[in-house]
């Protein structure tokens, strides 16, 4: 029963460099978001979809890309780190009921990012 | 996105304590969830509540939500050293409060 996972759990990376983290979920989720979680600022909607083939932005996307070519997976794509991107990344999932109602998200465990 | 306004943003309690935190917004939800999130891993769901008014327990913890759908309270009785953690309120839109982080002083 995994759940959402992430990898990888710790990346380090230099200014300028890109990367990508990994989202799977195995409960058949029409709905996958990213957030980042910084000191003071709880969590940070990034981007989110609501279903393969769609994503939409969030609160803070600039810096980021994402795609979602399966049900399953929701890769984030850093394009060129910067060191305002060190943070804590989630991956969360849910059914999606509509615009009026979302089910509770389920989280992955994080992925810790320093760039420097 | 829709500002979800959480306090305290700390608190430092003795074991055996009850805990009172609140969430509140200018905005109308129709769900407020509250999750917790232990050091390390992802934030996890204790309470989802879905009707104005509405009173839920999990265990110790109970979650209200407000009457005028624009706020909502989690209390936790008698506190232990594993409810130590971070709390999120979150609604339907998808935002979450800044937290409130919890330390159980010994």
């Known amino acids: 029963n995994a759940g959402v996972t992430q990898t990888p759990k710790f990346q380090v990376l230099k200014t300028g460099q890109s990367m990508t983290l990994q989202c799977a979920q195995d409960?058949?989720?029409?709905?996958m978001s990213w957030y980042r979680q910084d000191p003071g600022m709880g969590l940070r909607l990034i981007h989110y979809s609501v279903g393969a083939g769609i994503t939409d932005q969030g609160e803070v996307p600039n810096g980021y890309n994402v795609s979602r070519s399966t049900t399953e997976d929701f890769p984030l794509r850093l394009l060129s780190a910067a060191p305002s991107q060190t943070s804590v990344y989630f991956c969360?999932?849910?059914?999606?009921?509509?615009?009026?109602?979302?089910?509770?998200?389920?989280f992955g465990n994080g992925t810790r990012l320093t760039v420097t | 996105g829709q500002q979800l306004n959480q306090s305290p943003q700390s608190m430092f309690i003795q074991e055996g304590e009850d805990v009172s935190m609140n969430c509140t917004s200018s905005?109308?939800?129709?769900?407020w969830l509250w999750y917790k999130q232990d050091p390390g891993e992802g934030p996890v769901l204790l309470i989802a509540?879905?009707?104005?008014?509405e009173l839920t327990s999990n265990g110790r913890l109970t979650a209200q939500f407000g009457i005028t759908r624009k706020d909502s309270f989690l209390n936790i009785s008698a506190s232990i050293p594993s409810d130590v953690g971070i709390y999120f309120c979150?609604?339907?839109?998808?935002?979450f409060g800044t937290g409130t982080r919890l330390t159980i002083i010994p």
């Open positions: 905005s109308i939800f129709n769900t």
């Open positions: 509540l879905y009707k104005a008014g």
């Open positions: 969360a999932s849910s059914y999606f009921l509509g615009e009026s109602y979302n089910s509770p998200l389920h």
């Open positions: 409960m058949n989720h029409e709905y």
């Open positions: 979150g609604s339907e839109k998808l935002t």
